[in-house]
């Protein structure tokens, strides 16, 4: 077997009770050298067999390399396993295995005092591989076990009595690009990484939103504004109903007592404080596919969220938040910027996607589908879409509402748009490896594409002032219900083709 250097996962002793068994599934073949009978106890079977000849094998940590040179019995029963007690191994039998001791040689050697001893002996060979296949190296390190401590020596072997050794195995492969190669779990945790990072940021921001207009308007414009963020934040299912309704009824002196409690509700499964744990947990998951300074970022992130207990009042929680935001975009540029454009980065960006788009509908929904709308709420709006200077440096006017929806929904320009994410989307798709092998549209490209044009074709005034009896925006509402029921298929599309482990859609 061989691993990776620096890994040390196959040198785990309790792969050697798997062996003989994975040589024949794999490779439909004996092993060529007959490997040390061992037994893990994680197995039933096993464990039964080292109960009944306990006294006759070696037990040690699964987790500890061992050492071939201690051929004693009582060394192994004795040294270093005094955690290896019945308790412990009822409790935690994955921890132990057991092998049989190795009777090895003997080879002489002098002594300190100048006398020749024996001491057991064990030879470690190197196999190299070249481009005419692998070879066996001509000597290797010899391992004494004496009674002043190990000797390591070099083993050389004359050039004259060293026989031709022939192996047949192929040559060495040649280098290639491996960008393309994906494992499906790798795919899944960086989509859902993608989609935690930018569900995340959501979050931050609404929060961010609602203690700025709480801090700075008066009583009336607090309640109407709290009101829409606490709406938003129960429908992104980020804060209970009920939590929601304390903070609404309870006075500003009394709120700023249960920031914390506010802020990072232990009680609603994609709260703020779950999404941070899913994105710590994710981004662990494929740490191997993160540089050194994008892991740094993600530890830096952690960092600053584990200050959120100190939150007191309304100053601490804007710092807070504002701290958030700037990890999470440091996060989000050192992607863009230093990540190649392979699978693995087109599926961390496909969920980021996914997630923008939907949160740019969520917020529009709340905000401009009914008739009832207030200025205050239309630059809440800007501030959670971050599009405040862009809309100020475009228009140079108040908040309209057809200027609002070119912007937020239908300006391809503009990186915040839903139009925006789903030319995105487009783009990835087509790189992807097809969900359907014929020659037709695939169902991914066939219905980005009609919520493409559908956006396209949209004229902003009319979506404006189509206005129902009941002082609803109907056709703004049903161009909302399609576009996310379009994004929910897209996202199951997804996991069905590209996420082959998994049994459903988190």
């Given at each position: 077997m061989?691993?990776?250097?620096?890994?040390?996962?196959?040198?785990?002793?309790?792969?050697?009770?798997f062996?003989?068994?994975?040589?024949?599934l794999?490779?439909?073949?004996?092993?060529?050298?007959?490997?040390?009978?061992?037994?893990?106890y994680g197995?039933d079977?096993?464990?039964a067999?080292?109960?009944?000849?306990?006294?006759?094998?070696?037990?040690?940590?699964a987790?500890?390399?061992?050492?071939?040179?201690?051929?004693s019995?009582s060394?192994?029963?004795?040294?270093?396993?005094?955690?290896?007690?019945?308790?412990?191994?009822v409790?935690?039998p994955?921890?132990?295995?057991?092998?049989?001791p190795i009777?090895?040689?003997h080879?002489?050697?002098?002594?300190?005092s100048g006398?020749?001893?024996?001491a057991?002996t064990?030879?470690?060979?190197?196999v190299a591989a070249?481009?005419?296949?692998?070879?066996?190296?001509?000597?290797g390190?010899?391992r004494?076990?004496?009674?002043?401590?190990?000797?390591?020596?070099?083993?050389?072997v004359?050039?004259?009595v060293?026989?031709e050794?022939?192996?047949?195995?192929?040559?060495?492969?040649t280098?290639?690009?491996?960008?393309r190669?994906?494992p499906?779990?790798?795919?899944?945790?960086?989509?859902?990484?993608?989609?935690?990072?930018?569900?995340?940021?959501?979050?931050?921001?609404?929060?961010?939103?609602?203690?700025?207009?709480?801090?700075?308007?008066?009583?009336?414009?607090?309640r109407?504004t709290?009101?829409?963020?606490?709406?938003?934040?129960?429908s992104?299912?980020?804060l209970?109903?009920a939590?929601?309704?304390?903070?609404?009824?309870?006075?500003?002196g009394?709120?700023?007592?249960?920031w914390?409690?506010?802020?990072f509700?232990?009680h609603s499964?994609?709260?703020?404080?779950?999404?941070?744990?899913?994105?710590?947990?994710?981004?662990?998951h494929?740490?191997?596919?993160?540089?050194?300074?994008?892991?740094?970022?993600?530890?830096?992130?952690a960092e600053?969220a584990?200050?959120?207990?100190?939150?007191?009042?309304?100053p601490d929680?804007?710092?807070?938040?504002?701290?958030?935001?700037?990890?999470?975009?440091a996060?989000?540029?050192?992607?863009q910027?230093?990540?190649?454009?392979?699978y693995?980065?087109?599926?961390?960006?496909l969920?980021?996607?996914?997630e923008?788009?939907?949160?740019?509908?969520?917020?529009?929904?709340?905000?401009?589908?009914s008739?009832?709308y207030?200025?205050?709420?239309?630059?809440?709006?800007?501030d959670?879409?971050d599009?405040?200077i862009?809309?100020?440096?475009r228009?140079?006017n108040?908040p309209?509402?057809?200027?609002?929806?070119h912007?937020?929904?239908?300006?391809?320009?503009?990186?915040?748009?839903?139009?925006?994410?789903?030319?995105?989307?487009?783009e990835?798709?087509?790189?992807?490896p097809?969900?359907?092998t014929?020659?037709e549209?695939?169902?991914?490209q066939?219905i980005?594409l009609?919520?493409?044009?559908?956006l396209?074709l949209?004229v902003?005034?009319?979506?404006?002032?189509?206005v129902?009896?009941?002082?609803?925006?109907?056709q703004?509402?049903?161009v909302?219900?399609?576009?996310?029921?379009?994004l929910?298929?897209?996202?199951e599309?997804?996991?069905?083709t590209?996420?082959?482990?998994?049994e459903?859609?988190?």
């Amino acid at each position: 077997m061989a691993n990776a250097l620096g890994t040390g996962v196959v040198e785990n002793d309790a792969f050697m009770s798997f062996l003989p068994g994975m040589s024949t599934l794999l490779l439909d073949q004996e092993l060529e050298l007959p490997s040390l009978a061992s037994w893990w106890y994680g197995q039933d079977e096993a464990l039964a067999y080292v109960e009944r000849h306990q006294s006759e094998l070696l037990i040690q940590s699964a987790f500890s390399r061992s050492d071939s040179l201690h051929a004693s019995l009582s060394h192994f029963q004795t040294a270093g396993l005094d955690a290896t007690s019945p308790d412990a191994m009822v409790s935690e039998p994955h921890a132990y295995v057991a092998r049989e001791p190795i009777a090895l040689s003997h080879s002489p050697y002098l002594s300190t005092s100048g006398n020749l001893q024996a001491a057991p002996t064990t030879l470690r060979l190197f196999v190299a591989a070249t481009e005419s296949g692998y070879r066996l190296l001509p000597g290797g390190i010899a391992r004494l076990a004496t009674d002043e401590g190990e000797i390591s020596k070099d083993v050389w072997v004359a050039q004259d009595v060293l026989p031709e050794i022939a192996a047949d195995t192929p040559g060495w492969a040649t280098a290639r690009r491996s960008d393309r190669d994906l494992p499906s779990r790798t795919a899944d945790d960086l989509f859902w990484l993608g989609r935690y990072l930018e569900r995340c940021e959501s979050g931050v921001r609404s929060y961010r939103s609602l203690f700025t207009h709480v801090g700075n308007s008066d009583l009336e414009g607090q309640r109407q504004t709290a009101a829409t963020v606490m709406d938003l934040l129960v429908s992104l299912r980020m804060l209970t109903q009920a939590g929601a309704n304390q903070f609404l009824t309870q006075t500003l002196g009394v709120r700023e007592r249960d920031w914390w409690s506010i802020l990072f509700d232990e009680h609603s499964k994609g709260g703020l404080l779950k999404t941070l744990e899913n994105v710590q947990r994710v981004a662990l998951h494929v740490r191997e596919r993160l540089s050194g300074d994008a892991w740094q970022m993600f530890v830096a992130l952690a960092e600053t969220a584990r200050t959120s207990r100190r939150v007191r009042s309304v100053p601490d929680a804007i710092e807070l938040m504002d701290a958030l935001i700037v990890n999470i975009s440091a996060l989000t540029g050192q992607t863009q910027e230093n990540m190649t454009r392979g699978y693995g980065w087109r599926m961390l960006d496909l969920g980021r996607r996914i997630e923008r788009a939907q949160y740019g509908i969520q917020i529009l929904r709340e905000v401009v589908t009914s008739e009832s709308y207030s200025p205050p709420q239309m630059y809440l709006l800007l501030d959670l879409s971050d599009s405040m200077i862009t809309y100020r440096s475009r228009y140079k006017n108040l908040p309209v509402l057809e200027n609002l929806l070119h912007l937020l929904l239908l300006d391809e320009s503009n990186p915040r748009s839903v139009v925006y994410q789903i030319v995105r989307l487009r783009e990835h798709m087509s790189f992807m490896p097809l969900e359907q092998t014929t020659d037709e549209m695939s169902n991914s490209q066939r219905i980005l594409l009609s919520a493409y044009h559908e956006l396209t074709l949209a004229v902003p005034e009319k979506l404006a002032s189509v206005v129902s009896q009941a002082g609803n925006r109907t056709q703004l509402r049903r161009v909302f219900f399609r576009l996310d029921a379009t994004l929910t298929e897209l996202s199951e599309i997804i996991t069905v083709t590209y996420f082959a482990h998994t049994e459903r859609s988190r």
